[in-house]
């Protein structure tokens, strides 16, 4: 089966810190992948995606490599804000079958001014 | 445009009591899903709807019910909800046809907070 394992929070760093969140898959057939981030109280908003092997999605300073060789999707940000702090949802989507959302069990960022 | 609309954004009701919540997307999606959140957890599927047919239903308890009135709404209804229902619902929305073609990135909507009193 499909599913997405993710780094155990809260990841707690201060303003200005590079940040990784890691995130490994296993997928049957070709999985597309995700990072949502959910700020509190709030919706799942989609970060950035990937779509196949060596493609990086970017967005709002984030950057994800799909490498297909150690099935990794590891988000990193150069310099995190205190509005970054939020829970970030790795997913994956294959093109067979159901196709629905498999996610990981989510990081919490905290960031401290 | 990239929004997805739920309503009401809290709902508190007994577990006597009949509800609907609502969302809508005029993204021209063809593919609408609703999921349910517990705290600190990840979303879980509940329904899938593909070109306003029921796709996929994750197994979900009768008391949910969901319909699909038009390529842009979809609801679900409440009926005798339990205490442990009590969850974030959130509505999500993609383009394509589920049983091929590419994979989209799915659309989110800010959730419903149902409370089960």
């Known amino acids: 089966g499909n599913s997405v394992t993710q780094m155990e929070g809260p990841v707690t760093l201060s303003e200005e810190a590079f940040l990784t969140i890691n995130c490994t898959y296993t997928a049957t057939g070709y999985p597309s992948l995700f990072w949502y981030v959910q700020y509190p109280g709030e919706g799942l908003q989609l970060l950035l995606k990937a779509t196949k092997a060596d493609d990086k999605g970017s967005n709002k300073g984030f950057e994800a490599t799909y490498r297909k060789e150690t099935t990794s999707f590891h988000l990193e940000k150069g310099s995190v804000q205190v509005s970054d702090s939020a829970v970030y949802f790795c997913?994956?989507?294959?093109?067979?079958?159901?196709?629905?959302?498999?996610f990981g069990s989510g990081t919490r960022l905290q960031v401290q001014p | 445009d990239t929004e997805v609309t739920q309503t009401p954004k809290h709902l508190v009701m007994g577990m006597t009591n009949k509800k609907s919540l609502k969302c809508e997307q005029h993204m021209g999606h063809r593919a609408m899903y609703w999921y349910k959140q517990k705290a600190k957890k990840p979303p879980e599927l509940m329904f899938v709807y593909s070109y306003e047919k029921l796709s996929i239903n994750e197994s979900v308890p009768s008391r949910f019910s969901p319909e699909c009135p038009n390529s842009s709404l979809l609801n679900l209804h409440l009926h005798a909800l339990q205490p442990e229902d009590s969850a974030l619902y959130l509505c999500a929305s993609s383009q394509g046809r589920l049983a091929g073609g590419k994979t989209y990135e799915q659309y989110f909507g800010p959730g419903t907070r149902l409370t089960v009193t």
């Open positions: 997913a994956l989507s294959v093109d067979t079958g159901r196709r629905a959302l498999t």
